[in-house]
Structure formats: C-alpha cells, structure tokens
C-alpha cells in the first residue's frame, strides 16, 4: 500500500460511516450454538469521539438529551478532539488551504491536496494522521480504558505517572502527557504492555 493510500484510508477511518458487523452467539431449542451477524453503521472516529465526550441518550418522546454530568475521562477525550482540531488547523493554514467549517472535512481536503506532497511532507502527514487515528481509538472506548497506577511513561522525555491510558479492545494507547501513541499496527503496544508488566511487577515485588 503507497502512502496516499495509507492516507486516504485514515482519512475514512476518521471521517466517515462505517459498517460493523457483530458475530453473536446464540443458543436454539434444543440447546445448540448458532451464530447470527448485528450489523450497525458507526460513525467516523472523530464523530465517536466527540460522542464520548458529550454522550447524548435517546429519549422517551424520541428526542436526544445530553446527561449533565461526564466522566473524567471525557474530559481527557475532549482534549484530545481540541488537539486534533488545533493540529489540522496548522496543516491547513501552512498549505494555504480554506478552512471548510468542520474538522472533518479539513481532513478530507488535505488527504485529496496530498496528491500533491512530496514524499517526506506526506509521510509526516500520514503519521499525525495515525496518531490522531490512535487517540479517538483510546478515547472512545474510555469505558474499557487500562490506567495502568505508578507507571510512568516510557518515554524518556516524559516520565509522567498516572498518564498512560490503554485501551484494550482497540489495542491502542496513548499518554495524555506527552500525547504519544503506541497502537497495533507497529506492534509498538505490545512492546508497551511488556513494559507496564515489567514495571508493575517490579514494584510488587520491591
């Protein structure tokens, strides 16, 4: 896969609808497993997060109403979407680029301008892009978020504890720090929780 690719792909991860499919097991009348696929649309990841930060509930008269009060971790994922929102801002205005009004659609147009990078620029976009991608990944799955106690990030520059969020199902995690991101795709997640094992068990046994 090229590195346009690679962009347009994370482009839609973050921008648009996608179809999920859920493979549920089922039992019938004499007791046998059967399997059944639920299939939803989900929204882009950017829409995710910002759901996770304002979560909105469906009401009786079918309205939608927003609870009055948030977890902590929305807060976390609020800074995230500002950091995102603030980090596409920057790309746009250093390519000259109008702002569209929408996140989303900034990051739509500079995956289409990037047709027209050279090979590093596009390269450096790509990675923000991933890490963005990394980051509603953590975020929106804040109820089954990892926070692992007394590890401090691994990275040298950081050293922060407490700051590590992982979230297990997406096998992505990021330091609201330092705002690195370790994911699956690099393997670089795995290597983290070898090393939260490692510190956590070192300081049992301490």
């Known amino acids: 896969m090229t590195v346009l690719d690679s962009i347009r792909d994370t482009a ?18 004499n007791r ?3 399997w059944r696929h639920h299939k939803t649309v989900q929204p882009g990841l950017l829409t995710q997060l910002q759901e996770s ?29 500002l950091a995102i929102t603030n980090a596409v801002t920057r ?13 989303e659609s900034d990051i739509r147009q500079l995956a289409a301008a990037a047709m027209a990078f050279d090979d590093e620029t596009a390269r450096t976009l790509l990675a923000e892009m ?7 990944a953590v975020y929106t799955g804040w109820e089954t978020i990892y926070q692992p106690a007394a ?14 969020r992982i979230n297990l199902t997406n096998k992505t995690a990021t330091c609201r720090a330092c705002r690195s991101v370790w994911d699956e795709e690099d393997g ?12 956590t068990s070192d300081a049992a046994s301490a």
């Open 12 to 29: 839609d991860e973050l921008t648009d609808p996608h179809l999920h499919v859920e493979k549920i097991r089922e039992w019938d009348g």
């Open 32 to 34: 046998n497993p059967k």
């Open 188 to 199: 670089s997640v795995f290597v983290l929780a070898d090393y939260v094992r490692t510190t």
């Open 53 to 81: 930060v304002y979560p909105v509930h469906l009401r009786e008269d079918g309205g939608r109403s927003i609870p009055a009060s948030r977890p902590p971790l929305a807060l976390e994922a609020l800074s995230q979407r």
């Open 91 to 103: 790309w746009c205005w250093s390519l000259k680029l109008d702002k569209r009004g929408r996140v």
């Open 130 to 136: 991933r890490q963005w991608r990394t980051w509603c």
């Open 151 to 164: 590890v401090p990030c691994p990275v040298v520059d950081c050293g922060q504890t407490n700051t590590l």
